[in-house]
């Protein structure tokens, strides 16, 4: 493949007149450009991405950093992925997918090729160096999710505070005094995932708000972890009536399994809510009321203001999402035993 010292070579003009005349950095004789185009046309010469934004093209490819991790729940990592992708397009940008656990280098080898216009960043820990490093680039960049430090990013996400504090207020609206919460496995609290910690701290602090007695327990994505999980709901609640599942689709399928098998009955003897899922619900047995995790509707929301920062109208801010709460006839008003 043909590089710039080629054109320099068979344009007979050096390296630094090949460099201002893709980039237009300074003019040069007509002569001269006129060599140095035919040059690049005989030997198929692709200027590289730096090239194209020294002339100030955009290459139309954002970078997404979504990493795997140990404990990814990939079906609703993939949601995300997809609908990032999707409304990148509606601009006609094309997504490069950063998958790797080590996210910071696959960022800075791609922002220093000057390969991708922006950045998005999946999956943000509290305390993420991914964030440190987009304030770094300069590149336009949003995060979806909420780390501890915002300063100078933009980040969108759902209010999971509100959407903790809509599930407790409709349990204990409907008389629901003694209520669990299953959030998800252990290593992702452990990880420092952002999300997980911001639930379940406004539901312990709603619930103690409103005179409820709480209690929460992770739930690892196996059967006996999720029976131990409502095993020791039940230990220190023996009076639970409702129950909170801040989880992924499998748990909660266990959950609901496993209440069956021991012949506790939804609605009428525990009412359950399924919390900040970005799965459909109505499925399950029984369907759970739900508060949507809105994968399209956050990750829209963070292209364009991706987009508005390569415009120049969008500064740094955090952006919340109102979440909203689904009835599908999983809840109902507690019985006086």
Not at 24 to 32: P, Q
Not at 108 to 117: C, E, F, G, P, T
Not at 170 to 179: A, P, S, T
Not at 257 to 265: D, F, H, T
Request: aromatic letters at 4%; charged letters at 20%; glycine letters at 6%.
């Amino acid at each position: 493949m043909a590089n710039i010292h080629d054109v320099a070579r068979v344009a007979g003009v050096s390296i630094s007149t090949v460099s201002y005349a893709l980039s237009g950095k300074r003019s040069i004789a007509a002569s001269t450009k006129q060599r140095i185009d035919q040059a690049v046309l005989e030997l198929d010469y692709r200027a590289n991405a730096g090239a194209r934004m020294l002339k100030g093209a955009r290459t139309q490819i954002l970078a997404l950093s979504a990493p795997l991790h140990a404990g990814t729940h990939a079906p609703a990592h993939m949601a995300f992925v997809l609908s990032v992708v999707t409304a990148a397009r509606a601009y006609d940008y094309d997504v490069l997918l950063l998958t790797q656990d080590e996210a910071t280098s696959g960022l800075r080898r791609v922002a220093r090729s000057s390969l991708v216009d922006g950045i998005v960043l999946l999956d943000v820990s509290t305390s993420d160096p991914r964030t440190e490093l987009v304030r770094e680039l300069g590149l336009p960049a949003t995060v979806i999710g909420i780390p501890d430090d915002t300063a100078g990013l933009t980040c969108v996400d759902l209010d999971f505070e509100q959407a903790a504090r809509l599930a407790v207020r409709r349990l204990v609206d409907l008389g629901h005094r003694e209520i669990g919460l299953i959030g998800q496995a252990p290593l992702i609290y452990e990880r420092g995932s952002n999300f997980p910690p911001r639930f379940r701290d406004a539901f312990l602090a709603e619930a103690a708000l409103l005179g409820a007695t709480v209690a929460f327990t992770p739930a690892p994505e196996e059967s006996a972890g999720v029976r131990a999980a409502v095993d020791g709901l039940l230990a220190v609640l023996p009076g639970m009536t409702g129950l909170a599942l801040h989880c992924n689709e499998p748990v909660q399928s266990m959950v609901l399994e496993l209440l069956s098998q021991r012949g506790i009955s939804v609605p009428d003897d525990l009412s359950v809510i399924s919390a900040c899922s970005s799965f459909s619900t109505d499925h399950l047995n029984p369907p759970l009321d739900v508060i949507p995790l809105p994968a399209d509707q956050s990750c829209t929301r963070a292209i364009e203001l991706t987009m508005a920062q390569f415009a120049g109208t969008a500064e740094p801010h955090v952006e919340l999402i109102e979440p909203t709460y689904v009835q599908l006839g999983s809840t109902a008003a507690r019985t006086s035993s």
